[in-house]
């Protein structure tokens, strides 16, 4: 092992490997959720794609695992590396390695920051609209590998939708170049689609080639309180027709985590006068200058009023107003650690049937397990619920955590009888990994192990995760 550490280090320099006691090692062993801890032999950060192959090379000559690391935000434990494992952070690959206004592309490092991918497509007037709520610290690597979804997906996409090219090194260190920048092109297998949602069992992603959309000229937010939740599916069909499809984003909030939002996160306020059931949280945006977007959503607004499918909405008329109503949505996520221990779902129905799901899993709540506060939230526009659920106020910590698998289970047969998914946007990772095999085909499966032996015979890529 020792060999090998110093193997490493003669390939990144001495300071870029790190062991795991050392202090600087630590953000990379812990996880978003605290429910697992890598204790990898240590944590290599290349600054190159050569280094990254020189690495791989080095592994698979002495039969080491290697676990790919970005941002660390990912939330079923795909980035954790067990004992005997070399955990490869992509931090230090952050370049923007080109922006192209004209061609509407984006190359950037596995390393870069979402964020900071946005804010470059943003300084030539385009748009990267992969947003997701960890934005700031998970980084594009991470995003390509979990495939991952966020707040604009109905209207532009997943991250998968977003990528033109890949540069990806194969786990016995060979570099497969495909960072073209080709809206088109048809030439045999679509191997990048591979790649994207694989969490980092098939190659190293180092690089990819990104497309990027104009920049919205104009945007409104609108956030909506309604009783019943049946009608979401009414506001949602007349937002897209009255918007002449410009809806980017539209949210669920229940009233349990509006409310946490505004007793736990500072600077968020309910801008309603009342407390509702249910709010919808939804964006209008265009890169159109003519298209009379305030009108749009008044009318949309009046019809939705008059149809009897909201009690109350605000609408936002400055960018400060909107970036307070994101907040909240941002806030609930954070808020609800105040409410104890939970266990989370992430998962997705036909959109049709999300009000049915949510419906269910609160009836069967009452009659199993009644004192579990359900707090569903997210992306239902996209049919996909993060259905969280709370620790009881009463009921010690190891008392709930026994009651986790009667919970998940309780969720996911409802899932899967509504013909839904049991990951939507998050990824199997570890935590999921048991799922795949009770949920997923035989012929599924097989093709995806012979896909993973096709590519890494000796399994040495992220063992244990996925399949
Ligand atoms: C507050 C919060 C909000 C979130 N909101 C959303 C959301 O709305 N939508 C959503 O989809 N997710 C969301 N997530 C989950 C998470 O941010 C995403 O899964 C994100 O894409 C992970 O990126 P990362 O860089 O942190 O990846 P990591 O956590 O570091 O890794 C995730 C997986 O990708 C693999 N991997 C990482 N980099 C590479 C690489 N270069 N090559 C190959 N494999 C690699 C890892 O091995 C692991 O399996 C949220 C997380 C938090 C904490």
Redesign the pocket.
């Given at each position: 092992m020792t060999e090998l550490i110093h193997l490493l280090a003669g390939i990144v320099g001495d300071r870029h490997v790190l062991a795991p006691h050392d202090d600087a090692a630590e953000p990379f062993l812990s996880?978003?959720?605290g429910d697992y801890r890598s204790a990898p032999e240590c944590v290599v950060l290349p600054g190159t794609t050569d280094e990254v192959s020189r690495i791989l090379r080095i592994c698979a000559e002495a039969g080491m695992s290697v676990?790919?690391?970005?941002?660390?935000?990912?939330?079923?434990?795909?980035?954790?590396a067990a004992q005997g494992e070399v955990l490869l952070?992509?931090k230090r690959?952050n370049r923007i390695r080109e922006v192209d206004a004209l061609n509407g592309t984006l190359v950037a490092e596995?390393?870069c920051i979402?964020a900071d991918i946005q804010s470059a497509a943003r300084s030539v007037q385009r748009l990267f609209p992969v947003?997701?709520?960890?934005?700031g610290?998970?980084?594009?690597?991470?995003?390509?590998?979990?495939?991952?979804?966020?707040?604009n997906v109905l209207r532009y996409g997943?991250?998968r939708q977003q990528v033109l090219g890949l540069e990806?090194v194969l786990g016995d260190g060979r570099v497969w170049d495909g960072l073209n920048p080709l809206y088109k092109n048809n030439t045999g297998y679509d191997l990048k689609q591979l790649?994207i949602g694989?969490?980092?069992?098939?190659?190293?992603?180092?690089a990819a080639s990104l497309r990027l959309y104009p920049q919205p000229l104009q945007s409104q937010s609108i956030l909506i309180g309604f009783s019943n939740l049946a009608d979401c599916l009414n506001l949602l069909s007349l937002a897209r027709r009255d918007s002449g499809d410009q809806l980017s984003s539209f949210e669920l909030i229940p009233a349990i985590a509006m409310d946490a939002a505004v007793a736990h996160i500072p600077g968020c306020g309910n801008p309603l006068q009342d407390s509702h059931p249910w709010y919808i949280l939804c964006q209008f945006a265009t890169s159109s200058s003519v298209i009379p977007l305030e009108q749009m959503a008044q009318s949309f607004l009046e019809s939705a009023y008059e149809s009897n499918w909201l009690s109350d909405a605000v609408i936002t008329t400055s960018e400060n107003q909107e970036r307070a109503l994101w907040n909240i949505r941002?806030g609930i996520?954070?808020a609800q650690r105040n409410l104890g221990r939970s266990v989370s779902h992430?998962v997705s129905v036909p959109v049709s049937r999300v009000p049915e799901l949510i419906t269910r899993v609160i009836d069967a709540l009452t009659v199993h397990a009644p004192d579990v506060r359900p707090y569903p939230f997210?992306?239902i526009g996209d049919g996909n619920v993060h259905m969280n659920l709370l620790q009881p106020k009463d009921m010690d910590e190891n008392e709930f955590a026994a009651s986790k698998p009667a919970l998940r289970s309780l969720v996911y047969d409802i899932v899967l009888e509504l013909g839904g998914s049991f990951s939507?946007?998050?990824?199997v990772?570890l935590l999921k990994r048991e799922l795949m095999d009770l949920h997923k085909s035989g012929i599924e499966l097989s093709m995806m192990r012979a896909i993973r032996t096709a590519l890494d015979p000796r399994g040495l890529?992220?063992p244990g995760?996925?399949v």
């Open positions: 996880e978003a959720r676990v790919p690391q970005g941002g660390n935000t990912g939330l079923c434990g795909g980035a954790v952070s992509l690959m596995a390393g979402l947003s997701l709520g960890a934005e610290s998970c980084m594009i690597g991470g995003n390509l590998a979990t495939n991952a979804g966020g707040i997943n991250t990806v790649f694989s969490e980092g069992t098939l190659g190293i992603i180092t941002e996520v954070a992430d997210g992306h939507a946007e998050h990824g990772g890529l992220n995760k996925v």
